[in-house]
């Protein structure tokens, strides 16, 4: 999916006082990109990831899905583009500890009302995807930290989502597991052509991905590279 922020402005009010919190965000992200944002803490990296997630409204400016102006239609259609197009990670797996890595996952395909069978069948493939065919029975309680967020991965892409927003994925997780999540991005983004905008703290994780952002002041920064003229692989 094709996503072009513009002139994108996102502030809190809190007593009648206006917290800013991004500034006239410009950026074009084409379809297929694998993108890592960094920046100190308290940045606007969630506000921002919210924002384009549509879990939260733009203050002022645009941001287009494929040219399509989202937040100009109603809450409902909103939700129904959200479930459809957009898949969530963030640094807490929130996985149901009472079910099991595949009822965790078949998750999204039940609250979209999808039949039994196909909703099985999706998340064990994706299940199969991040590495966890032998753990399907298991609880999120006993698996590693790294395996939940295999998990938590598997059901933000188990509808196949367009767009993948992932806010400090491994921020929880030790160096050499973090690696490892982030490798795995880096094939579902190329297997699935899904196009992930990772936020990170840690800058050695985010240096292996294609594209760097980072953030300063509510604006993010023009990359070196750019979108354009860059190799992204074709959309499916
Ligand atoms: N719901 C909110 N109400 C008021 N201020 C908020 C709210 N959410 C975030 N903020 C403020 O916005 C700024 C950016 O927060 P956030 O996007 O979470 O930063 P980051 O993810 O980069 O650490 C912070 O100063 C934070 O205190
Ligand atoms: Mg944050």
Known sequence: ?????????????????????????????????????????????????????????????????????????????ISAFRNRNIGF????HHLLPEFTA?????????????????????????????????RVTHRPGELSGGEQQRVALARALVLRPRLLLADEPTGNLDEHTGGAIHDLLFRLNEEMHVTAIVVTHNTSLAARLPRRLSMHGGLVDTDSAGPLGREVPPPP
């Open 89 to 92: 990670v963030f640094q807490f």
């Open 102 to 134: 595949l009822e965790n996952v078949m998750m999204p395909a039940r609250v979209a009302r999808l039949p039994d069978r196909r909703a099985r069948d999706d998340a064990r493939a994706i299940l199969d995807l991040v590495g966890l065919t032998h």
């Open 1 to 77: 999916m094709r996503v072009q922020v513009k002139g994108l402005h996102k502030s809190y009010w809190m007593d009648r006082v206006e917290v800013p919190v991004l500034n006239g965000v410009d950026l074009l992200i084409e379809p297929g990109e694998l993108v890592s944002i960094t920046g100190a803490s308290g940045v606007g990296k969630s506000t921002f990831l919210h924002v384009l997630g549509t879990l939260d409204i733009p203050s002022r400016g645009t941001v287009l899905y494929d040219g399509e102006d989202i937040f100009g239609q109603s809450p409902a259609a």
